[in-house]
């Protein structure tokens, strides 16, 4: 276990203090770990992983990669600056995001798990009414908890496993 990479937000409420320096995290992330554990978020300041701002290149380049596989609508935003992040700095991502593992495996870019195995195949989604079952290639939104509604129907949408 060493902080060498970029770490999600899993490795950082989870790892043991000394295991995260070395590593790098994105800025956004901050808001999530002052939400889920405020005494570790404020022990950060002073030790810990080096918090860095995600370029707007990496970040364009992130989000193709996930529109590519099909997972952008099940990222959040973090999830997409942590990627983007990873990308920039051409390091391991460490996460046990299923997503992320799936786009970091199709864009053949190094990526660990922080407790978990992980993924062992690469998997696409696409977007299906929950109404007339009509597929739509892809996920295009990166809200992970409204997939849309569909333009035949009005039905919710969902995301499917291709």
Known sequence: MTGAGVLDT????EWPLDA???GFCAHSQMS???THDPVRAQLFESQGPCFESVSADALAQAKDAASATGDISGLSN???DVLALALDKQLPLVTDDYRLQNICSYI???WRGVIQDGVTE???HHLECRGCKRVFPGAIS???DNHGTCPDCGSKMRLRRQ
Request: charged share 30%; hydrophobic share 45%.
């Open 10 to 13: 899993a490795a950082l409420l």
């Open 20 to 22: 995260l320096v070395g």
């Open 32 to 34: 999530e770990i002052e």
């Open 78 to 80: 973090v999830d997409l």
């Open 108 to 110: 053949d870019h190094p």
């Open 122 to 124: 690469v998997r696409k």
């Open 142 to 144: 990166s809200n992970k």
